[in-house]
């Protein structure tokens, strides 16, 4: 509930599409060719940029592709594609890719592979890339096409043809508990009713021949459906996992998108056309139908397993640290001919797993705008693994809001810190309009420069926790309470500009601003001939 301060000031507006379409982010809405529905052609498109390196010698799929996958990740290399896994068949399970959302090394093409991602030139922004999403969101619906069969069916596996201990699943990092066949496929689950099929992302190990043991944590959509189950008397539900789905199916996948919200029509909306959708075997629900490979069964509500401990995207693993999550039994497996399994492996160094959690921003701008905060932009720093968020006030709103620095900060704490899109984050760094949000340069200048410790800060700890935080799963915080709290705003908007927003005296230093606008343009003419690499 907004204070009674605000509730007379902010203009509410209520259709996410309304709400982004008059977003700031909308005003360099990118120009953009068709994204890439096919996994296959987006592996195509990687190779016509130089960006895909092909590995033909055979790849142990214990520890080694994972070795290879990380390293790429932290040199920011080009993705591999393994074509000669241990283990597998000849033409059947499986061929790995990895890095199939991580950085180009090329500071022009540094998010060059999420950009094709998208349909954009690879020279893209991480800018231009929010406003192509923020513009998805807006964009008219598209209901998939359901087609009588598709490329996903072309193999099929039933019954003791199904045995997860003979395909390679991959190890991906020593002090794992498992094998984790589940990093970047996308889950299919549905409400009883047949309203809302949500796909998600959430990690899964193989625990026997038949079952996959998964990481379902409180709060996400998966556990909504699943108590709707549960109401109903049910102990097992039908669900699928799609591997090698179109590529921005799987950013969507991982994006806090509102609850009832088709991730399928959301996904058709992004890449301007609707997805080709094929029938599960065993129940009733839909798969993309280009999907490299697709695992059918059941979520059991009833039966769990051991699962962790797993070297995750914050990257600190804990020995010991397994907990029981649902098993999931897989009862048929269809494939493409000679499949491809994509992998993640996540760890220290930004890989897919940051990039994905990154454009939650989007979501949490809409937020904002959605009660009329004086909010411009926002932006997740991949260099923060996710967790902190830079909003860019606009500070002359701001001022006539006639408000404090601590009561904005609560206000703005308690509204956002209970909603999904901010579940992964822990900081959130308020900057003027002078910040560059997407330049982490930028907002760790105006952190270290406008924010006094413990005076322009604000603690919650009623709120919901980030538990796999380590600092929440293995710090100092108070017993019993790690579902809650751990998280803070970052007020570097100076006192000055609360009270006199864009009229307050100060301004910053730098070549953009300390120059007169024919002397720089001099110097950005002259700078290749006077010797200078170009920029």
């Given at each position: 509930?907004?204070?009674s ?32 529905v ?24 214990h ?7 990380r ?21 059947g399970?499986f ?37 192509r ?14 087609l ?6 072309a ?8 045995d997860l ?9 020593m ?21 809302w ?35 109903r ?30 991730e399928?029509?959301f996904?058709?909306?992004l ?8 029938k ?12 490299e ?37 897989v ?13 993640s ?6 890989d ?17 705008q ?22 860019q ?45 997407f ?29 796999m ?14 579902g ?36 720089r ?15």
């Amino acid at each position: 509930m907004l204070p009674s301060l605000f509730r007379a000031r902010l203009c509410p507006r209520s259709h996410l599409a309304n709400r982004l379409r008059q977003s700031h982010i909308h005003t360099r809405v990118p120009c953009a060719k068709a994204a890439q529905v096919d996994f296959r052609r987006f592996i195509d498109l990687l190779r016509h940029d130089h960006d895909l390196v092909e590995i033909d010698r055979e790849i142990d799929p214990h520890l080694e592709a994972a070795a290879i996958v990380r390293r790429v990740a932290e040199v920011k290399g080009k993705a591999p594609l393994f074509n000669n896994i241990k283990g597998a068949e000849p033409g059947g399970l499986f061929r790995i890719f990895g890095n199939a959302a991580s950085l180009r090394n090329s500071p022009k093409e540094r998010y060059g592979r999420i950009a094709r991602t998208f349909g954009l030139k690879p020279t893209a922004s991480w800018e231009d890339i929010s406003s192509r999403l923020a513009w998805g969101a807006s964009a008219p619906a598209q209901p998939p096409r359901v087609l009588p069969t598709g490329p996903c069916k072309a193999n099929i596996l039933r019954g003791d043809m199904v045995d997860l201990h003979k395909i390679p699943a991959p190890k991906l990092h020593m002090d794992d508990g498992g094998k984790y066949l589940q990093t970047y496929g996308v889950h299919i689950l549905q409400t009883p009713d047949g309203r809302w099929s949500n796909w998600s992302i959430f990690r899964g190990m193989v625990h026997d021949s038949k079952h996959l043991v998964c990481l379902v944590g409180n709060g996400q959509h998966v556990s909504i459906i699943r108590n709707e189950w549960l109401a109903r008397g049910h102990t097992e539900i039908p669900w699928a996992l799609a591997f090698g789905v179109p590529p921005a199916a799987n950013f969507v996948a991982g994006l806090p998108i509102p609850e009832g919200v088709s991730e399928a029509e959301f996904t058709g909306a992004l890449v301007g056309q609707p997805l080709d959708l094929v029938k599960c075997e065993t129940s009733d629900l839909l798969v993309p139908a280009s999907s490299e490979i697709v695992f059918e069964g059941t979520m059991s509500l009833t039966a769990k397993g051991d699962e962790g401990p797993f070297g995750d995207a914050l990257a600190v693993v804990f020995d010991g640290n397994k907990k029981q999550h649902p098993l999931f039994r897989v009862d048929v497996i269809t494939y493409r001919d000679n499949p491809i399994l994509p992998i993640s492996v996540p760890g220290k160094t930004c890989d897919e797993s940051h990039t994905t959690a990154a454009l939650a921003s989007v979501e949490i701008l809409a937020l904002c705008q959605k009660i009329g905060l004086p909010v411009l932009s926002a932006c997740v720093p991949l260099e923060s693994y996710g967790t902190w968020c830079a909003l860019q006030i606009d500070t002359e709103a701001l001022c006539n809001l006639q408000t404090t620095a601590p009561a904005f900060r609560r206000m703005l704490g308690n509204y956002l810190f209970n909603s999904k899109p901010c579940m992964l984050i822990n900081r959130l760094i308020l900057v003027g309009k002078d910040v560059d949000v997407f330049s982490f340069e930028s907002v760790t200048w105006a952190l270290a420069t406008r924010c006094r410790p413990g005076v322009d800060e604000e603690v919650f700890e009623e709120v919901p926790s980030f538990p796999m935080t380590p600092y929440m799963s293995h710090g100092r915080g108070p017993k019993g309470k790690g579902g809650q709290g751990g998280k803070v705003i970052s007020d570097c908007v100076l006192q000055m500009e609360y009270e006199h927003g864009s009229r307050a005296t100060f301004s910053t230093v730098g070549f953009q601003m300390s120059y007169p606008d024919e002397l720089r343009k001099k110097v950005e003419q002259n700078w290749v001939d006077m010797g200078f690499d170009e920029v």
